[in-house]
């Protein structure tokens, strides 16, 4: 067993940069005529959009739809849509007036856009006096979304293999971390990987950006990113990294066939330790000890490491908001979509089911993630200084990588696979697009 201080208990995907001009005329976001009552109070009918299909195919939703028309009894109708691809469906459907009343905000939508797509939900200032998390989806002085639940960032994995591997101590710097999958490869404890890339369901990939900010213990690495030509060094928290991913599958300590991985298998997998290891947010964890569960195998085996990075002898952990809940720029129902959000943050228990954090600030910590915060020091990523709030997106766009899009990495570990590119080629590579982009931009 990990010694107490240092044992974790177990307990966020970006698309592409959001192609899009203001949408079209000719529909509503819910398709109801209804705008409320004339007082503000909530009524009629709204439609909702959400990611988590898993929740509305086990009834959970339901059960929200019920608590909700209890509170508001004028409301007739909400109609939860669960979205598969949601970054990519809904992306698709903004280019048009339909794409429902109340919404997760798509990662691919860039700060200059919500104001065509979103609805203002307040005063960026003011509301930060009861929410938290609110950088990512405000622009100029105004709040669009308000995060359902808050994230901490680190490893997920399997306690019972490491422990089975006599490891016994949270490694501390990126080699550790290798020579401890390497450890768990050589004791033969995970039968498919130490660490599992998730490789052919892509977005997975993008999970590793929770490391950012946690590698260098730096609140503005990001900002300080558009000031540099070289994001990609072996300290940086790009390089660092993708350094890791490169240097895991080059040395076989991932999946022997990345193009054959599976997401929805990958949960049963780590929950019964043929999986010791992957890279994911800790909303995957209430998942995972599901699928455990699911498995006969035990739910607790789930649980959580730091980044493999301690800075003045630290570990840091990001945290941040999960996906956003907005309003639909064309909502003719407004007040009961603003009462949707309002509930679901306060009144639902989302979070805490979700063992995560709450939005609100005065909100408790879950038990199953005390130990963890206890054993942490947290980061919340600084803003961009106003007028520079696109300024990343502008120069990731510019540069061609674009960050938010897990095709990169997915060549990074092409390359290593083939050993095409050493990881410093593919450093000099990136370095070279993002001067580029930089330059493109008028950084």
């Known amino acids: 067993m990990f010694p107490q201080k240092r044992r974790l208990l177990a307990l966020a995907a970006a698309g592409t940069v959001l192609a899009l001009t203001a949408a079209c005329s000719g529909g509503s976001g819910s398709g109801d005529d209804s705008s409320g009552n004339a007082d503000g109070t909530p009524s009629g009918k709204i439609s909702v959009l959400t990611w988590r299909t898993d929740l509305v195919e086990d009834g959970t939703f339901d059960t929200y739809v019920t ?3 209890k ?4 409301v007739t109708d909400v109609k939860v849509e669960g979205v ?4 990519g469906t809904v992306k698709t459907r903004m280019n048009t007036d339909d794409y429902g009343d109340v919404l997760a905000i798509p990662g691919s939508v860039t700060p200059d856009q919500l104001p065509d797509f979103f609805e203002p939900l307040g005063d960026q200032a003011e509301m930060e006096k009861d929410y938290r998390w609110l950088n990512d989806k405000s622009f100029d002085g105004k709040s669009y979304g308000i995060p359902v639940v808050g994230n901490v960032q680190g490893i997920l994995y399997n306690k019972r293999v490491w422990e089975e591997a006599g490891i016994t101590e949270f490694p501390t710097t990126p080699q550790e971390f290798l020579d401890d999958l390497q450890t768990i490869k050589d004791k033969g404890v995970a039968k498919v990987a130490p660490l599992y890339t998730n490789y052919k369901d892509s977005w ?13 213990a730096d609140p503005d690495a990001l900002n300080e990113m558009t000031q540099t030509d070289t994001p990609w060094t072996p300290d940086s928290d790009y390089g660092v990294i993708d350094g890791t991913i490169y240097d895991a599958v080059k040395q076989g300590l991932t999946e022997a066939d990345p193009t054959t991985t599976d997401w929805e298998g990958s949960k049963r997998q780590i929950g019964v330790g043929d999986i010791a290891t992957m890279a994911l947010g800790s909303w ?10 699911d498995a006969g195998a035990d739910p607790a085996d789930i649980a959580y490491m730091p ?16 996906y956003n809940l907005g309003i639909n ?8 979509a603003r009462a949707w959000i309002d509930w679901f943050n306060h009144d639902s228990g989302y979070s805490e089911s979700q063992v995560g954090l709450s939005p609100l600030i005065d909100g408790a910590v879950p038990a199953a993630l005390e130990s963890f915060m206890s054993q942490v020091e947290m980061i919340t990523m600084n803003p961009a200084p106003a007028g520079k709030e696109s300024l990343f997106a502008d120069i990731d766009t510019a540069s061609g990588i674009v960050t938010t899009d897990p095709k990169y990495r997915l060549q990074i570990i092409d390359d290593a696979r083939s050993g095409a590119r050493t990881k410093e080629q593919i450093f000099d590579d990136l370095n070279g697009k993002w001067a580029e982009g930089r330059a493109d931009a008028g950084a």
Do not use: C
């Open 67 to 69: 608590e909700f028309k």
């Open 84 to 87: 598969k691809d949601y970054e």
């Open 204 to 216: 997975a990939l993008s999970q590793w950006d929770g490391w950012r900010g946690a590698v260098t």
């Open 71 to 74: 509170k508001y009894p004028e």
């Open 307 to 322: 980044v493999p990075v301690q800075v003045d002898g630290k570990f840091h952990t990001v945290a941040g908001g999960d």
């Open 284 to 293: 995957a964890i209430p998942q995972m000890a599901a699928a455990a569960k």
């Open 329 to 336: 720029v064309h909502s003719k129902n407004k007040a009961t």
